[in-house]
């Protein structure tokens, strides 16, 4: 049975930890789903770690339904979560319904996540009278870097945390079912969950948010050299990765691959 936003209010009350990770493609979903996690972010972080980008603002719409398509066919259980691309939400409220509505159609996701507070009340309040299911995003809020002048923790200051708790109050009654909070000291995360009804999912924002989530080639440890103070690799992937490929290269080369008698169709 596929999770569903009622799983995730009970899990809040139960304290029962939620998981979201990010998944970009077939492989990716099927992994990810197949671990249990709870949700799937289909993130636009995809830029990044997919399509090299230095950051996630050049992500278009079509970069993400893509990429959404294919995660939902290899996805059997989880919550499906499409992160709308910058400039998709924020140019009208009906542009912002329009793309909304493409994830869930076209997608084939369960509900969209967008970044922003107060700003995005109009958009978040039409998105979710149109029906869809709408995850907030708040403190560093990475289609915001220009403005923030580069990745940096948030809501350090007194008057910095006191916006970010107001606007999670402020997504938490406009409806959405939980809120990211990504880069924001443990101690504003931790006044951000006690004081919403909704799940608080954090990523660099400490232990006390009610679920956690991580970028799939993080978690995989798929960069080598660039690992941020909030990821924990589980595993190292690239080095086994590229050593495989190497031997692949060197079987060619000496004619080692493919043989005769393992890997060759006869005639007879
Ligand atoms: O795009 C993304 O992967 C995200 C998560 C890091 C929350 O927004």
């Excluded at 569903?4 to 998981?19: N, P, R, W």
């Excluded at 869809?132 to 007194?158: D, E």
């Excluded at 589980?234 to 079987?251: H, I, R, S, T, V």
């Amino acid at each position: 049975m596929r999770k569903t936003v009622l799983d995730f209010y009970k899990m809040k009350q139960e304290k029962e930890k939620i998981t979201m990770l990010t998944a970009y493609d077939y492989v990716s979903a099927r992994l990810v789903d197949e671990a249990g996690t709870d949700i799937i972010l289909v993130g636009d972080s995809l830029g990044m770690v997919m399509l090299g980008y230095q950051d996630t603002l050049s992500v278009t719409m079509e970069d993400m339904i893509r990429h959404c398509q294919a995660v939902a066919r290899g996805a059997k259980t989880a919550f499906l979560v499409g992160d709308m691309p910058f400039l998709s939400f924020s140019v009208s409220v009906e542009k912002a319904v329009e793309n909304a509505g493409r994830f869930i159609r076209e997608g084939h996701m369960q509900a969209v996540k967008l970044e922003g507070g107060r700003e995005r009340k109009a958009a978040i309040e039409a998105i979710l009278d149109a029906g869809i299911a709408v995850m907030g995003h708040l403190g560093l809020t990475p289609q915001y870097i220009h403005r923030f002048g580069g990745f940096k923790v948030q809501g350090k200051t007194q008057e910095a945390a006191k916006r970010i708790l107001e606007d999670a109050k402020l997504l938490a009654d406009l409806g959405v079912f939980s809120i990211v909070l990504e880069s924001v000291p443990w101690q504003l995360a931790k006044k951000i969950t006690e004081s919403v009804d909704v799940p608080t999912i954090g990523i660099g924002a400490g232990p006390y948010c009610d679920g956690q989530v991580l970028v799939f080639h993080d978690v995989l440890g798929l960069f080598p050299g660039f690992k941020p103070r909030f990821v924990k690799q589980y595993g190292q992937f690239y080095a086994p990765m590229l050593d495989a490929l190497k031997k692949y290269n060197e079987e060619v080369k000496k004619s080692l691959f493919p043989t005769i008698e393992e890997h060759s169709y006869s005639s007879e």
